[in-house]
C-alpha cells in the first residue's frame, strides 16, 4: 500500500488474512481509511463496490417477531432463544457491578486492577449480541433464498417517539430502545441486499393483538394467543401468531390492493376479513 503524507510518500505492506485479500483481487478500492486502533495498531479500511442480485419478485414470505420470549420467531417455525444471552448480559452486569464498587473502595492496586479488568470486559457482551445477530440474520436470509422467499419484519423505529401517546408495555419499551434489535434488523437488511432478497418493515401495532386466521383482535398472555371471534377460535403460540401475523401484513405491502382490504378489516375489526392467500 502507497500513503501519501505531509513528509513523503510511505510504501507500507499490509498483513491481510486470505478472506480480505480474496475480496480485493480483481477490484479496484473506491476509498479507505488509515485508523490507529486503541491497542497501538494501524489498521486500513478499504472499501469496494460490488454488484448486487436484483430483487425477486416473489409471493411467498417469510415473518419475523423479534424478541417477545424468544429474539426472534420465524413464520416457518424456527425461533432462536433469549435465554442464553439474558444470562450473559446479567453475568456482565454483575461482574462489571462488583467490579464498579472494587474500583471506588478497595486499595489503590485493587482499586487499579478492577480498572484494569473493567476495560477488558468492556464490549464482550456487545460482541456476544453481535455473533448472535449473525447467526439469526444468516439463518433467515438463507431460508428466504431456499424457498425464494422475501422477508418481512417489524418496524420498531419510530415508536419511541410515540411513548407518550400509545401507552404501552415493558417488553415492547425494552424491544423498541434495544439496539440488539436494530443491529438484527440492519443485518437483515444488509444481507438481504447481498443475496437479491427483500427486506420489508411493517407497522408492529396490531401483530401482537390480531389473529392471523381471522385478523380479528384476539387475548393474548405470555405464550399463549387466543382468538376472539367465536367462529375461527384459533389458539396456539403468540409469537407464532404474531410472526404470522407479521408475514400477512408483509404480503400486503408488496401486493398494494390487499394492503388496502387488511388495513380496512384491521380497522373496522370486521368478523370475517376478506381472505388473503398466502402462497
Ligand atoms: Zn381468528
Redesign the pocket.
Known amino acids: 500500500m502507497s500513503i501519501s503524507t505531509t513528509l513523503k510518500r510511505l510504501k507500507v505492506s499490509l498483513r491481510a488474512s486470505n478472506y480480505p485479500k480474496g475480496k480485493l483481487t480483481g477490484h479496484n478500492p473506491t476509498s479507505a481509511q488509515v485508523c490507529l486502533h486503541k491497542y497501538g495498531c494501524w489498521y486500513v479500511h478499504i472499501q469496494l463496490k460490488s454488484e448486487t442480485p436484483k430483487p425477486q419478485k416473489t409471493t411467498n414470505v417469510i415473518g419475523v417477531d423479534f424478541g417477545r420470549r424468544d429474539l426472534a420467531v420465524t413464520s416457518t417455525g424456527k425461533s432462536w432463544s433469549g435465554k442464553e444471552i439474558q444470562k450473559t448480559r446479567d453475568k456482565y452486569s454483575r461482574v462489571r457491578a462488583s467490579l464498579q464498587k472494587k474500583a471506588s473502595q478497595g486499595t489503590r492496586s485493587s482499586r487499579r486492577r478492577a480498572r484494569q479488568i473493567l476495560k477488558r470486559l468492556g464490549g464482550r457482551a456487545g460482541r456476544y449480541q453481535a455473533w448472535l445477530n449473525h447467526n439469526i440474520s444468516t439463518a433467515i436470509i438463507n431460508d428466504a433464498k431456499q424457498t425464494q422467499s422475501f422477508v418481512s419484519i417489524e418496524d420498531l423505529t419510530g415508536i419511541r417517539e410515540q411513548t407518550n401517546s400509545k401507552p404501552r408495555n415493558k417488553t415492547e419499551r425494552r424491544r423498541s430502545n434495544s439496539w440488539a434489535f436494530y443491529q438484527l434488523r440492519t443485518f437483515l437488511e444488509y444481507k438481504g441486499i447481498k443475496e437479491g432478497i427483500e427486506v420489508v418493515a411493517v407497522n408492529p401495532a396490531y401483530t401482537s393483538q390480531s ?6 383482535i ?1 387475548v393474548r398472555t405470555e405464550k399463549k394467543f387466543k ?3 367465536k ?4 389458539i396456539g403460540d403468540a409469537d407464532e401468531n404474531g410472526s404470522k401475523m407479521i408475514a400477512l401484513l408483509g404480503a400486503s405491502v408488496s401486493r398494494p390492493r390487499g394492503s388496502e382490504l387488511l388495513s380496512c378489516a384491521i380497522a373496522q375489526g370486521l368478523p370475517k376479513a376478506p381472505t388473503i392467500a398466502l402462497a
Open positions: 389473529c392471523h386466521c381471522c385478523l380479528h384476539g382468538c376472539s371471534n367462529v375461527c377460535g384459533w
